[in-house]
């Protein structure tokens, strides 16, 4: 079983569609990285080799920002935003959309239940 990043992968899934359950790691990204390696993206997660896997979460650890290190960052970029008083940060802080939704009507799942 692939253990990387502290998630364990799906072993009966391609490993292109595998490593997207690691959060920060999209079908791009992982395109990217199995290419590097040089592991085909139709290989089963449970016939990777052992030196496959570890190079795979070599490659994860060095060159990418995953996982609770990535969930850290976002945080503390809105927290930046909301600090300097940025229109992004304002609409974080009143928990509304920032990126430009009408709220008249929709953004529902952004504001919560009606009251």
């Known amino acids: 079983m692939a253990h ?20 920060g790691i999209g079908r791009t990204k992982s395109k990217e990285i199995l290419a590097k390696i040089g592991i085909d993206e139709n290989k089963k997660v449970s016939d990777l080799t ?38 992004r940060g304002d609409r974080h802080k009143r928990s509304l959309p920032c990126r430009g939704q009408r709220t008249h009507t929709n953004a529902r799942t952004r504001k919560g239940r009606k009251r």
Not at 4 to 23: A, C, M, Q
Not at 53 to 67: A, G, M, T
């Open 50 to 87: 052992i030196e496959e896997e570890k190079s795979l979460r070599d490659i994860i650890q060095e060159e990418h920002i995953v996982e609770g290190e990535l969930r850290t960052q976002r945080i503390l970029d809105i927290k930046r935003l909301m600090e300097i008083g940025s229109y």
């Open 4 to 23: 990387i990043s502290g998630v364990e992968l799906p072993r009966n899934k391609r490993i292109l569609i595998g490593l997207t359950y690691i959060f």
